[in-house]
């Protein structure tokens, strides 16, 4: 799956991310759908800067260039991520209410890992080394398992407990394949893993379609004492 990666072939995965991004963005009909409509674009500019990162594993752009990337590579991979990911789905299903009292949780672990995270950036070093055809992100974190663990039940679980169909399976495929990554690259497991997600962030793009027509024919909004009939 991801044993070839390379300069090209993250620069040719980000430019496609991307682009499934810019439809993701034009299938957007409601506000709450905008941060995680925004996910794959990040994905895929993620894909895009490990491009320079590999540039400068192998001496092709500067030093300072290249450790720029890689902190901006390792800003998106550990605390944007983790944060980022349960407040967007709750943001896309917060009329429920059901939903929103099982991802409030997840977004709190979310937040806490992103704090962790955010500290071992911030107290360094942060590094990245080529290792064949995979790169080796080295970050000295607090408590490590704990705050992954954190980071992995809160990014993934945070789809699969949204009650949409479409958000479960893109949670259920990033969960197979973040145990395939730690299985077989477990030393490029954040590398590996980030490019898989970026990948099959093209499920969104299924869910926004839906929500579109969701939107276009849900009825109007009806109150009754004061509540929302649709929650």
Known sequence: MFVCWSPTADLAAGTVVCGIGILALGQVRRVRDLPLACLPLLLGAHQLIESVVWRG?????????????????????????????PLAVLCAVWPHRAARRRLLPLCALGLASSGFLAYALAAGPVTAVSDGHILTYSVEIPVGYAVIAGYLISTLGAPLFSGNPDLRLFGLVAAVGA?????????????????????????????????????????????????????
């Open 57 to 85: 594993a192998d001496g092709t752009v500067s030093a300072s260039t290249a450790h720029l990337a890689v902190l901006a590579w390792a800003a998106i991979a550990f605390p944007i991520l983790p944060a980022f990911v």
């Open 179 to 231: 145990a395939v990554c730690v299985t077989v690259w477990q030393l490029a497991f954040a590398s590996t893993w980030c490019a898989f997600a970026a990948v099959v962030s093209l499920m969104l793009v299924r869910w926004l379609w839906h929500e579109r027509r969701a939107s276009i024919e849900e009825p109007p909004t009806v109150l009754l004492r004061g509540v929302d009939s649709q929650t």
